[in-house]
């Protein structure tokens, strides 16, 4: 007992011990507060009117897509993209959008502009890694009607798409 007394305070190891863990504490604390304030959170909307008239509008676009009876197939290997329409296909031959929106991370968002061949079918490349979860949006150029869904790739088999 008496070489513990002899020992300054700094050199044993209990006080150090009760000194970490509150310490340890702060350390995580201010760590969970950096997280939560480094900026806004892209998956909350501040402006819910806009949104709901935003909404209101998508809607039109996807009746529209059922008043033309749009209806395709997606085929999604490797790198390549393919959509084949089995009825109401676009009678310009214009090119489509294919929205690829990821459900949790705003960043990984891409698109890919796909043109019609010979046969009707509408083909890009990309060399973006497409594994996970999508949203997927067709619309043409002008976005007069919508075609989506969300879909988990990579797909063993073809994707419908039904408005």
């Not at 995580?28 to 892209?42: E, F, R």
Request: charged share 25%; hydrophobic share 40%; net charge negative.
């Amino acid at each position: 007992m008496e070489e513990l007394d002899s020992k300054p305070w700094y050199k044993q190891f209990y006080p150090w011990l009760l000194i970490c863990i509150p310490l340890s504490s702060f350390i995580v604390g201010g760590i969970v507060v950096g997280y939560a304030t480094d900026g806004t959170n892209s998956l909350v909307v501040d402006d819910y009117y806009k949104e709901g008239k935003a909404i209101n509008a998508r809607l039109d676009k996807i009746e529209k897509a059922k008043e033309l009876n749009i209806t395709t197939t997606l085929n999604i290997n490797d790198d390549f993209i393919s959509v084949e329409f089995l009825s109401g296909a676009p009678k310009t031959k214009q090119a489509l959008k294919l929205d690829f929106y990821h459900v949790t991370q705003e960043d990984k968002d891409f698109y890919v502009l796909l043109s019609a061949d010979a046969n009707g079918i509408y083909r890009a490349q990309t060399d973006t890694s497409i594994n996970g979860k999508w949203r997927l949006r067709l619309t043409p150029l002008d976005e007069s009607w919508k075609v989506q869904k969300t879909v988990i790739l990579p797909a063993s088999a073809a994707i419908k798409f039904n408005p």
